[in-house]
């Protein structure tokens, strides 16, 4: 059975990347509905993959075979995506959490397919452990992002980065009250103030609404072979180039940024400042994504640069990956 369900996935890849191979990718800024960019191809890598699921289901394999520490990585990134994974899943709240595995190597430096196989079922055991403590009715694991984080003499540290959505998909914009204090989850100001709003601001608020309007592909695609920037993404690296007063505190950036010694100083974010903060986060997004690449995961924090002036912002962390369709629905965690 399992031989002729492998060939059935094979067809149904084939099928579809030559459907999905005249579609275009759209970079305008502001706009991140880019879902249907480029779609990873089959390749020797995807076959990997393949190979690798089929024996973690034959079970415990004795056969010597090794590999080397970025292919052990790449297999069990890919392989956990590729199971449970979904890139066609609409969502605006992400969990995140990221933990680590010790991987052993071997005298050669290579690393035992088995003892891969192995270290890929205790990074599964945690993620299901993690998807658990997560109460939501609705939710799916969207990907695993993981990097090999050191390198010992006897031993490879793996850091695995699971994230998983959670509906509702809320209005696509921001409304006449939503007036935010700019991070800290210091919640809504302007006359809004309650406490059912703490713990969250208008950083928060702009991830939300970037994440539920990021593009997704229908049915059977996961996201494969992640990427993201050295360092986070800062406001004060992007300037408006439609700024009309530069200088003054008044959209001086596409993202949040207020120096305290200036005019117009304001932590608290009116709804048409959310909504140019929206999407000139996303124009920023779409700048720095890879060709061939999608957002698969944003993190946007409110913080402070205590640097007299201090600059209030907002900072990012992008995070990109290719898309691949499998024609599959994702395997349960629960």
């Known amino acids: 059975m399992k031989k002729h369900a492998l060939t059935i996935i094979l067809f149904l ?11 275009k990718e759209k970079d305008t800024p502001g706009n ?41 990585v ?32 071997n005298n050669s430096g290579t690393i035992d397919v088995t003892e891969a196989i192995s270290k890929y079922d205790d990074a599964l055991d945690q993620i299901k ?12 694991l969207i990907g695993v992002d993981a990097i090999l984080k050191e390198t010992l003499a ?41 406490p059912v709003y703490m713990g ?26 992640f990427w993201s920037p050295t360092f986070d993404i800062l406001a004060d690296q992007y300037l408006n180039p439609n700024d009309l007063t530069p200088g003054d505190n008044i959209r001086d950036y596409l993202m949040y940024g207020n120096w305290d010694n200036l005019p117009n100083f304001n932590t608290c974010i009116s709804p ?11 124009s920023v997004i779409n700048q720095n994504k890879p060709t061939g690449k999608v957002l698969f995961d944003v993190e946007v924090i409110g913080d402070i640069a205590l640097t007299s002036p201090d600059f209030y912002h907002h900072r990012m962390m992008p995070v ?6 499998t024609g599959q629905d994702p395997k349960e965690l629960d």
Request: hydrophobic share 35%; net charge negative.
């Open 13 to 23: 890849v084939s099928f579809s990347l030559f459907f999905v191979s005249c579609k």
């Open 32 to 72: 991140n509905n880019q879902a249907f960019a480029s779609v990873m191809p089959q390749s020797d890598y995807i076959a990997s993959l393949i190979e690798f699921r089929n024996k973690i289901d034959a079970g415990n394999l004795k056969t010597g075979e090794t590999i080397t520490i970025s292919e052990a």
């Open 320 to 325: 990109y990956a290719s898309l691949y369709y």
């Open 154 to 194: 006897q031993k490879i540290i793996v850091t695995f980065k699971p994230s998983v959505g959670t509906p509702p998909i809320g209005v696509m914009n921001f409304g006449s009250t939503d007036y935010w204090e700019w991070g800290f989850g210091n919640g809504k100001c302007g006359g809004y103030e309650n």
């Open 272 to 282: 048409s400042d959310m909504n140019f903060y929206l999407t000139g986060t996303e």
């Open 74 to 105: 790449g297999l069990m990134e890919g392989t956990l995506n590729l199971e449970y994974g979904s890139a066609s899943y609409a969502f605006e709240n992400a969990y995140r959490t990221s933990f680590d595995v010790e991987v052993e190597l």
């Open 200 to 225: 969250r601001d208008a950083a928060t608020e702009i991830e939300k609404k970037v994440l539920a309007r990021k593009g997704v592909p229908t049915g059977g695609y996961v996201y494969i072979d």
């Open 129 to 140: 452990s993690f998807y658990g403590t997560i109460s939501a009715s609705q939710k799916q």
